[in-house]
């Protein structure tokens, strides 16, 4: 039986307990040990029959070459499969509700980077929210809302500690902006910022020039830019940019960093922002990659999160695309403001949409002139 977690030791030992897949290979091997104690995790999908079901179904397994996976079964049915009618994957058994909580919190694990909304997770189960509400409560003596922040906020302490920014951290996890991190941290004990490096050993320079979305700092290393900042002050750009780099040496340097100055400048006459100017970041291989082709999107013009997973081999990815854009740290230079929804929606940035919306307005009107 589940006992409600009294302490962070306790939640930690729920984390562990609860491993989340990496790979489709443990995926597949999960599938074909009918392992009923991945249900709910995921649920794969087979092309040949347009079905899809939960690891532990009985009938007669499909080539692997056939099979593809989905985290939660709503994805498998916007991406045109149906239910099975014989493992009935929407739907867990409501009487052992130990183990129900138990495979809804390894599916929250596994999708910390996901919507996890009440309605989400009661669907997962196939009970109303009302009644997955008061079970989840009853086992584990926390609301599923305060065991999704709590499995955020462990994630986000994690990745501070091992050095990871700030930003990245918190949309790793799962956190929609800093601001919903931040009405958290004190149950990371300290502000987030001071669990990481913080750029310590780092040289910086930056400016700051006035610019149709307001006040734009850009910051170097000797190696080159580094981040990318915009605020209604100067004082809001700097914060900015001491909240990833505060235990770097941050000097303006408004002379020494003329050229860098006069790119900015010379984007906001009009004019497209050089791409051979070199960058200092720490990034992901993947995230190299978006940056990459964001980087080869034409002046004016636009691309959807969609459209750039496909041109990868790997339509797959949206959410993996949408999250390498918001961690971006040089907006403009690698100019994330240009992808957009595949409905024509702005979508999210960094940023503010309404700064968005003012850069692919002021492109397009460069473009028309």
Not at 99 to 114: F, G
Not at 237 to 245: C, G, H, P, W
Not at 296 to 320: D, F, V
Request: contains cysteine.
């Amino acid at each position: 039986m589940l006992t409600a977690p009294r302490n962070n030791a306790d939640l930690q030992q729920i984390q562990r307990n609860q491993r989340a897949f990496t790979s489709d290979t443990e995926k597949w091997r999960a599938v074909v040990q009918r392992d009923n104690t991945k249900d709910g995790l995921f649920v794969f999908g087979v092309r040949s029959t347009g079905i899809y079901c939960k690891p532990s179904c009985p009938a007669r397994h499909a080539n692997v070459e056939q099979v593809v996976f989905f985290s939660q079964p709503d994805e498998a049915e916007n991406s045109g499969f149906r239910a099975c009618k014989r493992c009935r994957p929407r739907k867990l058994d409501p009487s052992n509700k130990a183990e129900l909580v138990q495979r809804t919190c390894r599916y929250i694990e596994a999708n910390l980077d996901e919507r996890l909304t009440l309605e989400n997770l009661s669907r997962q189960v196939g009970l109303s929210p009302f009644h997955f509400q008061r079970t989840f409560k009853k086992v584990l003596g926390i609301s599923p809302r305060q065991y999704v922040e709590a499995r955020r906020l462990e994630k986000v302490k994690h990745s501070l500690t091992n050095g990871e920014t700030v930003t990245n951290s918190l949309y790793d996890a799962g956190f929609t902006s800093k601001g919903r991190l931040y009405e958290k941290s004190t149950q990371l004990g300290v502000s987030p910022g001071l669990f990481r490096r913080g750029g310590q050993g780092l040289s910086i320079r930056y400016t700051i020039v006035d610019s149709q979305i307001g006040r734009v700092l850009l910051a170097a290393t000797k190696r080159g830019a580094c981040a990318v900042c915009m605020g209604a002050s100067d004082d809001a750009v700097e914060a900015a940019l001491r909240e990833d780099y505060y235990a770097a040496d941050l000097r303006r340097d408004d002379e020494g960093m003329k050229g860098w100055a006069g790119a900015l400048q010379s984007y906001f006459d009009g004019h497209e922002f050089p791409q051979d100017l070199p960058l200092d970041l720490q990034a992901t291989a993947f995230q190299w990659i978006v940056w990459k082709k964001i980087q080869s999107i034409p002046h004016g013009q636009t691309a959807s999160y969609s459209n750039i997973a496909e041109s990868l081999g790997k339509p797959q990815a949206t959410r993996a695309v949408a999250r390498a854009c918001a961690t971006n740290p040089v907006a403009i230079i690698i100019p994330c403001h240009r992808v957009i929804g595949k409905d024509g929606s702005l979508r999210g940035y960094a940023w503010g949409v309404k700064r968005k919306k003012t850069l692919l307005s002021l492109e397009n009107k460069a473009q028309s002139d």
